[in-house]
């Protein structure tokens, strides 16, 4: 007995369950958009944007938060203009020195040496060569920021891997490690 109920129960459970079902009508969805979304060609016109065209645009005169503008171009002229003219705008208390050899030593010393004699890992295994020693180089704070930002020769800009207080934080310790020599 207690079979037959259990099989009948089921048969009328699984009855119920395939009863609600039409193929013809199917059920109703709620937020359509997000099964079948609309799709948009890259760089179309768009009636989302206010003008029709292109997305919002930031007002004239505006600059991204946390930048910083650097004035000079990278050109020989920039070079010269930024030796001459550039002045750190770090005092000499918010220069961490010891940070400052960390970044130098994590960034620099691969190539340029620990003490900036130009004798670095990579130029003792003759990687790169005719990296200069600081004593050598007529260098001031903004020419070595300025190669810090845009680069010089075989060496790249470090722009995207120090911010702009790091870079001028190095260019000190770089005067510092010059007259050390």
Known sequence: MKTVNKLVFLLALSAFAVSCHNKENPNYQYM?????SVGYETY???????NGKEGQLPPDGTIKRGYVPYEYPNTTEGYNAAK??????????????DKAGQLFNIYCAICHGEKGDGKGNLSKREKFLGVPSYKDRVITEGSVFHVETFGL??????ANQLDTHERWMVAAYVMKLKSEL
């Open 44 to 50: 179309s016109e768009s009636n989302a944007f206010r």
């Open 153 to 158: 020769n075989a060496m790249g800009s470090y």
């Open 32 to 36: 359509p958009n997000m099964y079948q």
């Open 84 to 97: 001459a003219n550039l002045k750190s705008p770090l005092d000499s208390t918010a220069v961490d020195m």
